[in-house]
């Protein structure tokens, strides 16, 4: 397995533990709906962030590049969304965000490289070849 192979891999896992987490931690607090100072549509938007990271982690290891470019996407979108409606949520320093945000760089630091190293589509016979 290449490199990048085994980068895609690792990021892909790094989405399904942020949407694993965030449902934990509704859990574990007790309300699967709360969004305490956020506005009322954040669970909404939570929970649609946790089936694309799903979508994501099948692209990841499936369709390398398209993968790659929602990944792109959903840490932009991800991003914005968190640090304008909901930077603090109830804390003075929120641990989630500042994880969400380093887990967002490493995706964009990656990004280049992992696609011009990864196929299209995965498939047994271009798990050694890479792309261009």
């Known amino acids: 397995m290449s490199a990048a192979a085994r980068t895609r891999v690792w990021l892909a896992w790094g989405f399904v533990f ?50 790659i470019a ?3 996407m959903t840490m932009i979108t991800t991003l914005i ?9 109830e804390y003075t320093f929120n641990y989630v965000l500042i994880g969400l945000t380093v887990f967002g760089v ?11 190293r990864s196929p299209w589509r995965f498939s047994p016979q271009s798990s050694a070849h890479t792309a261009g």
Do not use: E, M
Not at 109 to 114: G, H, I, Q, R
């Open 18 to 67: 942020g949407a694993v987490s965030h449902v934990a931690w509704t859990l574990v607090n007790g309300d699967l709906w709360y969004y305490g100072p956020a506005p009322s549509w954040a669970p909404w938007f939570w929970y649609g962030i946790c089936l694309v990271d799903f979508v994501v982690f099948w692209l990841l290891l499936k369709r390398p590049r398209a993968g």
């Open 81 to 89: 969304v968190n640090w304008t409606q909901f930077p603090t949520f």
């Open 106 to 116: 490493i995706v964009f630091a990656l990004a280049p490289w992992l696609w011009r």
């Open 70 to 72: 929602l990944a792109v």
